[in-house]
């Protein structure tokens, strides 16, 4: 430091920090609900849970891992039976569902494989791009010009009539 510092100009820091002073004696009232919702409501829940858990042991159900059964086709039901058609619909509309995240997780592949490979990527990507054009073919031929308002009623009706369309060209 220079000889001519000045030490009521900038006096040295305080070795420790200072405490505040409090301006009232009254406790802090954000401090006070916090940790009442703590004690009325946290910890009795997570309590509670933790017990549940601890007798359900390896019988745990994870929400993500939903297996239904499969229900029988519209073709199956009989005629009137209104649950059975019910029971078909949400089966197509799970199918539905799952094979277009088959395509999407397809799609993602050979855009994966595009960006790696640049320019050459038709030579390169031969395998996910043939796997793409497959599987968007398949779901055209399923799911394709249903319009806004797909069900499995319609999707029927378009599989027996092209089975017919095929029938008259042999």
């Not at 510092?5 to 802090?28: M, S, W």
């Not at 009325?40 to 297996?67: C, M, N, W």
């Not at 009989?78 to 569902?97: F, I, S, T, V």
């Amino acid at each position: 430091m220079p000889k001519d510092y000045d030490k009521d100009a900038y006096p040295e820091p305080p070795r420790q920090t200072p405490l505040v002073d409090k301006q009232t004696a009254l406790p802090n009232p954000a401090l006070i609900l916090s940790k009442l919702f703590y004690y009325s409501v946290d910890l009795p829940v997570t309590t509670f849970r933790g017990v549940i858990e601890g007798i359900q042991g390896d019988k745990k159900s994870h929400y993500y891992h939903q297996a239904f059964r499969r229900v029988p086709e519209l073709t199956e039901c009989q005629e009137g039976d209104y649950l059975c058609y019910y029971e078909a619909e949400m089966q197509w509309r799970r199918d539905y569902k799952v094979d277009q995240e088959i395509v999407k997780v397809i799609q993602e592949r050979l855009r994966a494989c595009q960006q790696r490979e640049g320019h050459s990527y038709k030579q390169n990507c031969g395998i996910e791009l043939q796997q793409f054009n497959q599987v968007s073919k398949a779901f055209h031929s399923r799911y394709g010009d249903l319009g806004a308002y797909a069900s499995s009623r319609k999707c029927l009706m378009k599989q027996k009539e092209r089975m017919m369309e095929e029938a008259q060209k042999a």
